[in-house]
């Protein structure tokens, strides 16, 4: 079965840190890998996607995401982070049939 | 554009009544969704729509009815609500079901707000 964890529901940064965020997927075919962001009261907005072209995606907002066959990660990663990225983010796989959101991991950025 | 409007953006709702809540997409897109947002759980598919005329289950359907009339809106349904029916209900489109493989953006409501007491 297809699948995909986000490894901590909850992630503290200092304003400029590095902000990392982890998702690994389970699938037995090739995925497309998405990731979302969930502002305070809204609906999700799409960050990025694979979708196989490259494996380093850049998306809105200076975050980028790496994918890692080898370690079936697509981990989330924006080098300095801002009061601005407070928010909610989700990681998703799509495979021929299945759609599944992670559990979402809440981002905090201390000032 | 308004891409997804969803309606009543907050319901409180006494538990054995009936209650629709509305989304409409000015997108054209084929496909529709309706999730529920727990926390805890994230975001778990009820029911889908790959194109006017066709609904499917999710995840967690029972309990939840979807009809699609027309490629704008997917009204979703509870029958007779409960209390574990209490959760942020979001509303979705992309131009294809992603079930089919594909990498189709999914475009998000703001979300309705249900408490069922």
């Known amino acids: 079965a297809q699948s995909v964890t986000q490894l901590g529901s909850h992630v503290s940064v200092s304003e400029g840190a590095l902000v990392l965020l982890r998702c690994n997927y389970s699938s037995s075919v090739p995925p497309y890998l998405f990731w979302y962001v969930q502002y305070p009261n809204q609906g999700l907005q799409l960050l990025l996607k694979?979708?196989?072209?490259?494996?380093l995606v850049k998306g809105i907002n200076g975050f980028e995401a790496e994918f890692k066959k080898s370690e079936t990660s697509f981990h989330l990663t924006k080098p300095s982070a801002h009061m601005s990225d407070a928010a909610e983010y989700f990681c998703?796989?799509?495979?021929?049939?299945?759609?599944?959101f992670g559990t979402g991991t809440s981002l905090t950025v201390i000032p | 554009i308004a891409g997804i409007t969803q309606a009543p953006t907050s319901q409180i709702l006494a538990a054995g009544r009936r209650m629709t809540l509305r989304c409409t997409q000015d997108m054209r897109h084929n496909a529709m969704y309706w999730y529920r947002q727990d926390l805890g759980l994230g975001l778990r598919l009820i029911h889908y729509s790959n194109t006017a005329g066709t609904t499917g289950k999710g995840e967690v359907p029972d309990g939840y009815s979807v009809s699609r009339a027309n490629t704008d809106d997917f009204p979703l349904t509870l029958a007779s609500a409960v209390p574990s029916q209490t959760s942020v209900y979001f509303c979705?489109?992309?131009?294809?079901?992603?079930?089919?493989?594909?990498?189709?953006?999914?475009?998000f409501g703001p979300g309705t707000r249900l408490t069922v007491l």
């Open positions: 998703a796989v799509s495979v021929p049939g299945q759609f599944y």
């Open positions: 979705a489109s992309s131009v294809n079901v992603p079930m089919a493989g594909g990498a189709d953006t999914q475009y």
């Open positions: 694979y979708t196989s072209a490259a494996t």
